[in-house]
């Protein structure tokens, strides 16, 4: 798995998990964490695409 595909996804994960306190607390900031989660799913997806199209 390419560098930058391991840390989008590590991004996301962490996007999600934020997302969840941020909601579980009563704000609507965590909107905003879905929001990056999923840019950096997209993100993942594109860079494992990205390596398996140029091997």
Known sequence: MPRLALYALVVC????A?????????S???IVWVLLAGLSSNMAWYYIRRAKAGA
């Open 13 to 16: 994960a962490l996007a999600v």
């Open 28 to 30: 609507f900031l965590g």
């Open 18 to 26: 934020a997302a969840v306190v941020s909601f579980v607390q009563g």
